[in-house]
C-alpha cells in the first residue's frame, strides 16, 4: 500500500511501478546526512518504518543499494557515496521550487476600483478573495483613470461600471465567486465587470489575523517546534506575531546589540576601530567553529575588523574579544540607556561551546538534543545553563524587532552606529535559514542567525524596492532530538513568510 508523505501525497509501491523520487531523496539524504535511520526519519518528522519503505523504493528504482544496513549504523554502499551529491542537489532544487510557488500563488494582483468603494465593501471582496487563496491589491482611482492604469500596465484589473445589457464578464486567471458562491464563467455580467485577463488580490482583512496565527502555530508544532515570531512594518508598526513576549536564549544574535554597543565607544572616542587586538585561539573547539575560532596561532586583528568577523560569519572569539572590551552587564546596561529593555547579556559567546553536545561523539550528537529536548524546567528554566532564559543570554522576539527598529529608524542609537550594524547584517554570509524566502531582486535581507544545541534562530529586516520595510525575527526550539533538520530550516522560513505577507498585502 502507497504511504502518505508530509505533503499529503503517496509514494508508490516499487513493485507496481514507480516512485516518489523527491520523498525518497529526502530520506536518502536525511539518513545518509545523519548516519541512521532512526535519526534521519526524526529529521524529517516521519516514522522510521515510512522513511526505510522509501529508501526501499529509491533504491529499487535506482538499481542498487544505498545503505549497507549489516551494522549497527547505516553505512552508504560506494553506489551510495556517488548517489547522495546528486539527491542533496535534486532536494535542494526541489525546496527552492517550492519557495517559488509560494511566492507565485501569494503574488497579489493588483485592482484598480471605483474611488467611491467603501472600505467594508472592499474588505469583503478581500475576504472572499482570500478565501480563495487569491490576494488583492486595491487602487482607487475615478472611471478614466482606472482604464489609463489598466492600458499602462499599472494594474493587472480595472473594475468598471457598464449598462448590463454590454457587459460580459471575461477571465483568464483565478475564478472569482459571485455573492451566492458560484463559480463565474461568463454569461450575465454583474454591474461592474473586471475587464479582460485580470483577477484579484491585495488589502488584509484583520480579522483574518487570528486565524493565521492559530494556523501557522498549529504547523509548529506539527512541525516540531515551538517558536516566538514576530513581523512588523517598520514604517506603520503593524504587526504580527506569535507568541512574540516568549523568551529565548539568543544564541549568536546577541552579537548584534554586542557590536552596537562597541561601534557606540568607538563614537565615543572610548576605543578606536583602528586598535590592534591579540586573538588567542583554542578556546573553542566547536565543530564548525568559524573565523578566528580554526585558527591554530595567535593573531592580532584590528577591532573594526572584529566587528565584521562577529557579524558577519559568526566569528565566536571574535565576539568574546569585543566582550573583553565591553563586557555583558556593560552592555545590558547600554541597551537600556537606549530604551531597549528585554535583551540580556550575561555570558560570553564561548559559553555556548561548552554544551553537552561537545562531550559527545559526533555520531551521538542527537543524544545532547533529546537531553536539551528532555531538561527544561517550569518558568522557561532549564538544567543546561545555555538554555535556562534566566542565565543564558536572552530575549524575546518583540524584544529583538525593538532593536531592529531602532537601528532602522530614528531612535536613541546614534545614526552612524545604526548604520554601519545594518552594513555588517546585510554582509552576513550565513543565509540557509530565512534568507531565501527575503532576498530576490526587488527585495534585500539583512539578518543574523543564531544557533546552540536544539534552538535555531534568525533575526533580520527585508527591504523592498517600494520603500517598505519589515523588520522578522523568528526564535524556536526543537521537540525532535536531531542535530540537522532541514525541514524545521523550511518551516521557519515559510512561517516568517506567510505572516510577512499577510502584514504587507
Do not use: Y
Amino acid at each position: 500500500m502507497p504511504s502518505k508523505t508530509r505533503s499529503g501525497g503517496s509514494i508508490p509501491d516499487p513493485h507496481n511501478g514507480g516512485v516518489d523520487l523527491v520523498s525518497g531523496c529526502r530520506a536518502f539524504v536525511a539518513v545518509g546526512e545523519s548516519g541512521g535511520f532512526p535519526r534521519g526519519a526524526a529529521a524529517l518528522g516521519i516514522p522510521q518504518p515510512v522513511a526505510s519503505r522509501r529508501i526501499a523504493a529509491l533504491e529499487e528504482h535506482l538499481g542498487d543499494r544505498l545503505f549497507d544496513r549489516s551494522a549497527r549504523r547505516a553505512h552508504l554502499t560506494p553506489f551510495g557515496r556517488d548517489m547522495l551529491p546528486w539527491a542533496q542537489r535534486l532536494v535542494h532544487l526541489a525546496d527552492a521550487m517550492e519557495r517559488d510557488a509560494d511566492r507565485a500563488r501569494l503574488r497579489p494582483v493588483s485592482v484598480a476600483v471605483p474611488d467611491l468603494c467603501r472600505s467594508r465593501d472592499l474588505a469583503e471582496l478581500d475576504r472572499e478573495a482570500r478565501a480563495q487563496e487569491l490576494f488583492l491589491e486595491f487602487r482607487p482611482a475615478p472611471p478614466g483613470r482606472r482604464s489609463e492604469l489598466l492600458r499602462a500596465a499599472d494594474v493587472r484589473a480595472a473594475l468598471v461600471a457598464v449598462p448590463a445589457d454590454e457587459a460580459t464578464w471575461t477571465e483568464s486567471g483565478p475564478r472569482i465567486r459571485d455573492q451566492r458562491g458560484r463559480r463565474r464563467r461568463g454569461g450575465a455580467a454583474p454591474r461592474h465587470a473586471v475587464e479582460p485577463d485580470r483577477a484579484v488580490c491585495g488589502g488584509r482583512a484583520d480579522v483574518n489575523t487570528a486565524r493565521l496565527v492559530a494556523d501557522l502555530a498549529t504547523e509548529l508544532d506539527e512541525g516540531g517546534l515551538r517558536g516566538s515570531f514576530l513581523v512588523r512594518d517598520l514604517h506603520t508598526g503593524r504587526e504580527v506575531g506569535i507568541e512574540p513576549d516568549l523568551a529565548f536564549p539568543l544564541a549568536s544574535l546577541i552579537k548584534v546589540p554586542l557590536a552596537a554597543v562597541t561601534l557606540d565607544r568607538i563614537r565615543r572616542g572610548e576605543l578606536s576601530g583602528d586598535d590592534v587586538l591579540e586573538v588567542r585561539p583554542g578556546r573553542d573547539s566547536t565543530p564548525g567553529g568559524t573565523g578566528t575560532t580554526r585558527f591554530r596561532h595567535p593573531a592580532w586583528v584590528a577591532l573594526d575588523d572584529l566587528l565584521s568577523l562577529a557579524l558577519t560569519i559568526s566569528d565566536n572569539l571574535a565576539a568574546d574579544t569585543l566582550f573583553g572590551l565591553t563586557p555583558p552587564a556593560e552592555v545590558t546596561r547600554a541597551l537600556r540607556d537606549w530604551g531597549l529593555r528585554g535583551i540580556t547579556a550575561r555570558h560570553l559567546v564561548d559559553d555556548l561551546a561548552r554544551t553537552p553536545e561537545e562531550r559527545f561523539e559526533p555520531d551521538r550528537a542527537h543524544l545532547a538534543h533529546s537531553l536539551a529536548i528532555g531538561a527544561a524546567t517550569a518558568g522557561r528554566g532549564h538544567h543546561i545553563p545555555q538554555l535556562d532564559v534566566t542565565r543564558a543570554n536572552s530575549g524575546s522576539a518583540r524584544a529583538f524587532a525593538d532593536l531592529l527598529q531602532a537601528l532602522w529608524t530614528a531612535s536613541a542609537i546614534p545614526d552612524e552606529v545604526a548604520g554601519r550594524v545594518r552594513e555588517l547584517m546585510a554582509a552576513n554570509l550565513i543565509r540557509h535559514r530565512l534568507a531565501p524566502d527575503f532576498t530576490s531582486d526587488a527585495a534585500s535581507w539583512a539578518s543574523k542567525t543564531g544557533t546552540v544545541l536544539n534552538l535555531r534562530h534568525e533575526a533580520g529586516v527585508v527591504e523592498h524596492a517600494d520603500g517598505r520595510a519589515f523588520a522578522v525575527v523568528a526564535l524556536t526550539e526543537s521537540h525532535i532530538p536531531a542535530v540537522r533538520q532541514p525541514e524545521a530550516e523550511t518551516l521557519m522560513a515559510r512561517v516568517a513568510r506567510l505572516q510577512h505577507d499577510h502584514l504587507r498585502w
